[in-house]
């Protein structure tokens, strides 16, 4: 029993390795008669892509993605959507340092052990390469939660020491894609791309931490007792590549509160029943309550770096592992999409799931 | 849809509502074979019990199981394991009062609203009484894994401010049980049952955080690009009552580390590959590399405290909610077991999936 | 991976073995809201169960069941819904001498060899007894079925040579429950009760096929390619103890028939879309087109006899099996409501699966 | 939740219309280190594709497939398999004329009413083009299945009344690829060849039914109670194209024996288990007894006829549909590696979740 698919009602299943053929996905559970914009698709893929500005890694991967089935006069028709990506900037070459020997806190190690046997090749399947078919699906399920009315945001909050104290709420959220790392604080988003820049320099490499954020979600999603809907939203981010750490609500910080502080009053805005905090994040029992839905993920920083390592190879003498050419200084604004991305797809995949809840 | 099953090989569907007839649980896949031991099953439910110390709320249920199927001479079958817990001290009285009106932080709004209808008694479906029949088939997952020599840990290392710094390999595990905090650090386990004394005085709760520890645990274990070892063990932790936040390895801290500082190099150690740091936590690429596999869960404080607070009616006018009698201060204590029977949950599923791996 | 669970959306899970303290059924996704009536899944169990009639086994179990869970105020609250029946008349003494001996065409030697260990007990999980916890759901998706219109209906159409040749539209189909073999023909009916009486004075059993159909059933489930309506009746029935076949619409017959003569032309009967003919069987490319949907379901003579029989024993000795005591000489009257159930079951699945399919 | 994958251990998912871009496959659960032989997969598609023989379709579909991810030098990695068709003779033209009308016995009315939108080239995705993607994974399937010498056979054993009454155990198999009908006795697909000429001509169309064998089937695979061996052979074929029955072992016929006929005798055949007759077609209580495994499919006359035939369109107004260029006067034939193909999933599938079952 692999691991390759995620969701249940809205399913993607993904495939490809960094430098095979070609990599991509298949959503089975698109609901039929949703509008299919490729150009959104692809603006979405570029968001996530390499080279796209000078923090994030120069490799060149146009990850252009072809449409082969599921949709028909430019509509879903409720059965499999497939997207592939084919690579091209397949530089196998530049790996073959490491065909033999374990690079530092990457998945070289784990992969031979578990499967006996590895596509070396830019990590193959472990190359967080993988989350552009993520990114593909991701942008249909934002498709149908935009037509919905239910927004999703996320954006970098932390880099490094570089915090944004800043509460969601006072911030434009409008400026996100205006920055390269993705910040809509200008003034800390300035300061993070200096420090990023910096990091590169050395040819070392920083994490952070990314906020995500909930708009217009309906009340009732969710599915207790386990795909509560913060749970999904957990497995989800932290199945993103260097994702070390998921909190919700008041999360890590709520656990000096006291239950008299933490509660979350309701009361009747003009018909609506709301809470006057939120620490609970919009999630309450596992069911999303129709406030504002809001966490934060955090990343390690990425383990390419240049400098030489010590390691061992694959009979266990010791080693030396090169980083060579480009590499990701930072993953935050690459993960912006990303995280995006999966939210949506865990929104779907309950707003689905939902239907089927009351007679 | 509905989400009541857990794990994919050895897999969970539990059942039951707070006040109900019963609650229980079934296990379906779990290996043939395996002796069966009821009096530490009954010994796992002690320990999360309520009543059983002064610290946890002081409602009297026995939590005494009953063995349906599945087991023959001592030994499970292969076929389903079911295990009921016939509810007793149903105080169903108790909870008339908020039959009407949604409790701050509950999930009594969201449930009300996702289903239509709802069973108000003690919370019914939602309240955590649910985790019994996890912590009972987690001891048979426990049970599995020590078979194996692999050894599951938890303790509680924060509430409120008082956070236990001593990194886990300094402490000695083995007087977890010693306390009623459940902290192996008799000093600091004194000031946080102090704390929570004071709290419950008070009338009111506190949260904090449950260290989670794996040792022995076997290389290969995890299954990418969406089941990783990690990204089960996150949902396993949100799906717990009460829970805010899951990091591991180098967690939210790592973010302010370096590549170069956060790396774990391989070495040779007599013929294993172990690394010489572990803020990869045990788990890279999302397989375990055989290192000690270590995460941090966040609790919030529970809701239900004695105070009135302000609220709503089902019909969304103002009302009053009050606390009665027996509840929780802190969730801590109890979460422990919770903690280390969700652990051994994943991990039995992924040694059973890891078998069909390799040719 | 074991494989107790049936369904996606409605999904059961059975347990229990013949003589083990008790079996039964969660149900997981059963929409709130519905009505449950308790008399009527009694009366369900009650047309399973043995001692029925002078031509079923005379062993008495009552099957009185237990509702555990899920239902509160006579409502389904979306809860997972668990029923339970506690085992009484379980004889294990009669089973001692096969404890060591496979009876022929049970399940004995596999169970044995899969397993490595058996509950020999009256078969153990291989006994047809489980699906007493099949009925027992199928009786709550039956009552769903209702609410929306939807009726199901079986009965027996063949006992050995013995076949009834009458279309199930010249029938009258309130007959079923009038005679003990439960074929609405009374003709036929006393013709097959006489020929199983005959058989049982011998010890011996006989086979037979049980007709299914499902009148009312909405355009539009069933979700291609694999989880088809009609593939996954088949599953549904093949599942059932002693199944050997399946067919639905023309089946079998409908191989020797040309494309022009099998094919359903379709007319518009008063703006409702209909096909003259229906050998299509009420489904068309997986999916229900409205007209009936009818099939057939082929059980073989059930293996326990009275005459001693040869085989081996574990060790693969001669050994000698002798039947003990209450068997059914034929399986077709009990047959009924497990076919009725498990109809009910798949059509509730798609049903809810169906919610999904469009924006 | 839609329903295009199959197999839990061994899980593949389609996708693809008949004249979009491409069709394809995923498997997700292939063991690492198989050696994956692309010429062997090829060589199956081609015994399913069209224009093969004078009996079949003359449309001409290479059906060259790319293997896009999960194999690296030669061998599976243990990651996703993901193969691909892009389509090449889609002579969307020839559809225009079904643009708005519903082809007697064919899915255009029912999809068009479950999605509300349908795909009406050349069927979409209820073409049985899509099986393609099937046999394509199925040839890897086969590939595990021999490494471990298990062999699947399938034959045509019947069309329209010519009836191939010859048990199995008397047949020289190696003859079945040296027919065009693939049946193995050739005095009787010489008769069989003629018979579907003659209807051909008549531009009419005839069913009959695929004889499916497993040798060397290891014991115990199958999972009680739901996922029986049988139960999911039975789903397997049913989910193909024009597939009307299933039965195995005695099947339809066993039904009018006794149980003292019916019954297999165990006997120690030099230190093996066997069974003196296999009435129970290699599997009792669902799981494999190690004799063959056989069973027969019912396939009904293709519904693409070239006689106009009357019909509605979409508004519900009479049409006549005209049946156009190039058709299957009978599928059985090109049905045989399709049948293999889901055979050989099947028994992967259960394979791989037969590694958990022990200790």
Known sequence: MAGNSFGQAFKITTFGESHGKALGVIIDGCPAGLEIDEDFIQHELSRR?????????????????????????????GTPISMVIFNQDARSKDYSHIANSYRPSHADFTYQ??????????????SARETAARVAAGAIAKTLLKSLGI????????????????????????????????????????QMVDYIKKIKKQGDTIGGTVFGLVKGCPIGLGEPVFDKL????????????ACKGFEYGSGFSGIRMKGSEHNDVFYNDNGKIKTKTNHSGGIQGGISNGMDIYFNVAFKPVATII????????????AKVVGKGRHDPCVLPRAVPIVEAMTALVLVDHLLRQRMIRL
């Open 113 to 126: 052990q578990k499967y006996g046997f590895r596509d070396y090749r830019g990590g193959g399947r472990s």
């Open 49 to 77: 892509r390499p080279g796209q500005s000078k923090i994030v890694t120069q490799r060149k991967e146009a990850d252009t993605f072809q449409l082969l089935s599921g949709v028909f006069e430019g509509k879903s028709t």
């Open 151 to 190: 927004q999703t945001y996320a954006y970098v909050n932390q880099v490094g020491d570089l915090k944004l104290e800043t509460p969601y709420k006072e911030l434009d959220l409008s400026k996100i894609e205006d920055t390269s790392v993705r910040c809509p604080d200008l003034q800390m988003a300035a």
């Open 230 to 241: 913060h749970a999904d939203l957990a497995k989800a981010m932290l199945s993103i590549n």
């Open 307 to 318: 400098p030489e390592q010590d390691s061992v190879n694959q009979v266990g003498e010791p």
